[in-house]
Nanobody, 121 residues
């Protein structure tokens, strides 16, 4: 069974930085895309950034120039470096992996449990 384990959330002041990390555990052969989403209570989950296996990235307009996604395909990990954080970045951040292939099966999409990022003004 494949799981995503997240770490790195917390409370920082406006303008501060945080780094989120996510690792996929299990007998994984490949993961096509890994990334981060975020959700505020009462709102839909939204894409923050993702990266495909070949290295193509996608960012939400609101985080371009402030957040950087990186990935280690060999270790099945994805990190999100968040700089110049703003109060509106406050949310629960979820790690996501799609098209996960193991020796036994294929998972269309897997989610982590979420980690809270809170920015004080």
């Amino acid at each position: 069974q494949v799981q995503l384990v997240e770490s790195g959330g917390g409370l920082v002041q406006t303008g501060g930085s945080l780094r989120l990390s996510c690792g996929a555990t299990g007998n994984i052969f490949s993961i096509y895309r890994m990334g981060w989403y975020r959700q505020i209570p009462g709102k839909e989950r939204e894409l923050v950034a993702n990266m495909t296996h070949p290295g193509v990235t996608k960012y939400a307009d609101s985080v371009k120039g402030r957040f950087t996604i990186s990935r280690d395909n060999a270790k099945n990990t994805v990190d999100l470096q968040m700089n110049n954080l703003k109060p509106e970045d406050t949310a629960v951040y979820f790690c996501n992996a799609d098209n996960v292939i193991t020796r036994a099966t294929r998972y269309e999409e897997i989610w982590g449990q979420g980690t809270l990022v809170a920015i004080s003004s």
